[in-house]
């Protein structure tokens, strides 16, 4: 395609360039049928049509029904473009209660050496999983009590997401491990952020979700990698209960049982210990 054929491909009316300068105007990349009306006053069959006129010059990607995603200008000649994909999890979730999560929020707090292309969210409704742009999408069903912990991180010049703080992270990793590549995955992401972690705010946290299975394996690799005191431990210890946990639920009920944590350890020591080294 010539520049001068792509330049008047991608020319627009005087509906579509309202449209597109107001969702500018507003920061938002991705936007819905919905807000395409409201912006521009056409009916709900107008509007489609409209967006199929833009779809065809190359300024809006279709990402699922009803959601888009605008081209940028300075991708020049492309016509399609899928966008942030953490952004495109928000949308998706809309506007409920929610935190980008799990192995997602690893990558974000840069506690993995390898990249994932499934992005996890927790949100208090029940949806279901999609794949969108190559990516595909996981939501974990929480309730409302369980919000908490979060930060903001800026996933582009103009917009961030929420998402579980440092502390959180490693929380939901020990409680669904699965979600996060195993507690081996858990264990390095808490080896690696050992210097910036609060070890007090892990506790308190692991403490306010009152998962069994959370606090023998947060006691568990605090004690492993010395970082806590006894006196920090003990409480955490002294409350369990007399059941026995995998250390990670991913793997077969298989190796020793650790009573102090009541924990069966199906993931060794030295196999945790060596992820400081790799």
Not at 26 to 45: A, H
Not at 126 to 146: C, D, K, L, M, T
Request: net charge positive; glycine share 6%.
């Amino acid at each position: 395609m010539s520049a001068k054929y792509n330049a008047t491909f991608k020319t627009m009316g005087p509906r579509a360039a309202q449209l597109v300068t107001e969702l500018y105007e507003r920061r938002r990349p991705n936007f819905t049928l919905s807000e395409v009306e409201n912006i521009t006053g056409l009916s709900k069959p107008a509007a489609r049509s409209l967006i199929s006129k833009a779809r065809k010059r190359g300024l809006v990607t279709p990402l699922k029904p009803g959601l888009y995603s605008l081209v940028p200008f300075e991708l020049g000649r492309a016509t399609e473009h899928v966008g942030n994909p953490y952004l495109i999890a928000e949308e998706i979730i809309g506007n409920q209660p929610h935190y980008i999560s799990h192995g997602s929020a690893f990558e974000m707090h840069r506690m993995v050496t390898q990249p994932t292309f499934i992005i996890y969210a927790s949100c208090v409704r029940r949806i279901r999983p999609q794949i969108i742009g190559g990516y595909a999408y996981r939501f974990i069903r929480i309730n409302s009590e369980q919000i908490f912990g979060l930060t903001r991180i800026w996933v582009s010049k103009e917009n961030a997401v929420t998402v579980s703080d440092l502390e959180r992270t490693i929380i939901d990793g020990l409680r669904q491990p699965s979600y996060v590549g195993g507690i081996s995955e858990v264990a390095k992401g808490l080896w690696i952020k050992r210097e910036s972690i609060s070890v007090d705010k892990l506790i308190q946290y692991a403490k306010r979700l009152n998962i069994g299975a959370v606090i023998r394996r947060l006691g568990y690799l605090l004690e492993l990698y010395d970082l806590a005191e006894k006196s920090v431990l003990d409480p955490l210890r002294e409350s369990l209960s007399a059941t026995y946990h995998r250390l990670d639920p991913i793997l077969s009920a298989q190796g020793p049982f650790l009573a102090r944590w009541r924990l069966q350890l199906n993931v060794s020591p030295e196999e945790l210990r060596s992820l400081g080294s790799t």
